[in-house]
């Protein structure tokens, strides 16, 4: 049984950007943790980045999580799926420290993957970067 995260970042034409993330861990009894991160201004991209980041780091944050744990992050994003497995460069400054972050992070566990699955099988994760995304505005207002 694998960990499984979903992911989505969310930007809003008036430059709110928000992240997203579902994680279940279905050894305590499916467990479903629900986030949501306002992260100001961002392209989605980038909030995409701070999506996979969130998952990551929540899942590092598990003590009862192993290393070796089969742990899969699902997101939309085909750019960021390519660029952490080293596929296609990051050419943007921005998500240069970020993806450092991520590809820091996801090295140390044996069996993580980070795959790409379709917007519309991860409709949970949409929906809270979506809300993160309008507190983003809400809070540079």
């Known amino acids: 049984m694998s960990i499984v995260a979903y992911c989505d970042g969310s930007s809003l034409k008036g430059g709110g950007a928000g992240a997203g993330v579902v994680l279940i861990v279905p050894y305590s009894k499916g467990t479903k943790f629900r986030c949501s991160l306002p992260i100001g201004k961002g392209t989605n991209n980038e909030a995409e980045y701070h ?10 944050s598990m003590p009862s999580i192993d290393i070796d744990e089969e742990i899969v992050i699902f997101t939309d994003s085909e750019l960021a799926v390519k660029q952490i497995a080293g596929e296609y460069q990051v050419k943007n400054k921005n998500l240069k420290a970020i993806h450092s972050q991520i590809v820091k992070l996801v090295s140390k566990y044996t069996n993580l993957e980070v795959k790409h699955l379709p917007r519309e099988d991860n409709e949970q994760a949409d929906a809270l970067s979506r809300i993160a995304s309008l507190l983003s505005v809400a809070q540079s207002s």
């Open 51 to 60: 999506a996979i980041l969130l998952a990551i780091k929540k899942i590092n």
